[in-house]
């Protein structure tokens, strides 16, 4: 896993890794480097340093009998015991009111570029503050960041930072956009929305990096306060969500739905994992039914899988399976396909649909040239759809 580091404040190396001998990152190591990086880009705020307050009262919950509590900010729709905690690990019934123990509270943060989140139809070449609580609401066994959901608060170092800290720091930073993303923001949608409701006040977008595993009211108000979502579908197929996820695709599915029917900008990205959901015939079911349901225009990312977590013992994706899910895709109409995690492949490049020349053309994260105007390609006049310009 690729994390950010500070050399000095104020000076975000989003290219460096904080590895254990041989090359692994190590959970403690993560741990440690991120509560680092907190601690020094404090430094560039010479702010009154605040302890802790007392965790938040959470937004989407009901009270029941006998001290418990209903959660209802995902389909999982905890019922927790005085003293328990829901299956994300970050809120905790007290009393018989349900509170989140991560509100404020990040363990990682970083200045990244907007490409790595994926977005590529959002301020091409422009960098994202990014911030990540602890926790989670799924159990991928593929989790490239397992060390952030699969922990618990208690596990971690964080630094109170509050939503005017971030929105200052990504004002100093000259961020254009503040990312939620590596864990789960569904799990800190709290956080996530006093953030994005005092950096839309500054003109500081707001992009959503989620499992799309939440219900509908916490949904359409995220929608209400943030200007994209990406949302990671891992399979076209409801036995992986169980048996790899420990989750259900159609919640997954309406979140989808309902984030395009809310005109909120949206990317889906499919990490392909060899053997489990690489099947050619529910790649293309997938395809029709985005082509059906979103329209032909929403950006659809295919990631290369790479051994992780309690996934080690397979291969990385071919590169010709990623190769295949792009032509297939392609052929069933769909305009904006990519490949990621192959640094140089042509399908990096953003493509007119109706010329075929490439409108953006990147290197990896790294923008090579930007062949817009206006929000159209600068070739043929085609509208290309996204969020180029300033708020």
Not at 154 to 164: F, H, I, K, L, Q
Not at 166 to 181: C, D, H, L, N, R
Request: glycine share 8%; with cysteine.
């Amino acid at each position: 896993m690729r994390i950010a580091r500070l050399n000095r404040p104020g000076n975000f190396d989003a290219g460096a890794e904080l590895t254990a001998p041989g090359g692994c990152l190590t959970r403690r190591t993560f741990l440690r480097g991120s509560a680092a990086l907190l601690a020094a880009a404090a430094l560039d705020f010479p702010m009154r340093i605040e302890a802790g307050p007392a965790p938040i009262e959470a937004r989407y919950y009901e009270k029941l009998a006998d001290k418990k509590v209903h959660c209802l900010l995902c389909p999982r729709g905890c019922r927790i015991e005085d003293g328990g905690r829901g299956h994300c690990r970050v809120r905790e019934n007290r009393g018989g009111a349900l509170y989140s123990l991560v509100y404020a509270q990040p363990c990682a943060l970083h200045l990244d570029p907007i490409e790595k989140k994926p977005f590529f139809h959002v301020l091409p070449g422009t960098q994202a503050l990014s911030l990540a609580t602890v926790g989670c609401n799924l159990e991928c066994k593929f989790c490239q960041n397992w060390q952030i959901s699969q922990s618990k608060p208690e596990d971690v170092e964080t630094r109170y930072t509050a939503p005017s800290r971030i929105v200052e720091q990504a004002a100093s930073a000259g961020a254009p956009a503040i990312a939620y993303t590596y864990g789960e923001p569904v799990v800190f949608t709290e956080y996530v929305q006093d953030i994005a409701a005092l950096a839309r006040a500054k003109k500081i977008r707001s992009v959503v990096v989620s499992n799309g595993y939440l219900n509908r009211k916490p949904l359409l108000d995220l929608c209400g306060l943030v200007d994209a979502i990406k949302i990671d579908l891992k399979a076209f197929d409801e036995t992986y969500y169980r048996d790899i996820c420990g989750a259900a695709l159609r919640p997954v599915l309406d979140t989808i739905l309902a984030i395009r029917a809310q005109g909120t900008w949206l990317e889906l990205v499919y990490l392909v994992v060899p053997t489990l959901n690489d099947s050619p015939a529910k790649i293309k079911e997938m395809a029709r039914w985005i082509a059906s349901n979103l329209g032909p225009d929403v950006p659809l990312h295919f990631s290369r899988f790479f051994p992780n977590f309690r996934l080690a013992n397979l291969p990385p994706t071919p590169v010709s399976t990623l190769d295949a899910a792009y032509d297939l895709c392609r052929s069933e109409g769909l305009s904006y396909v990519y490949v990621g995690n192959v640094p140089g492949h042509k399908a990096e490049h953003s493509y007119c649909p109706k010329c075929s020349k490439s409108v953006i053309t990147r290197n990896g994260y790294r923008i090579e040239r930007i062949d817009l105007r206006d929000g159209r390609c600068r070739f043929c006049g085609q509208a290309i759809p996204g969020i180029w310009g300033d708020t």
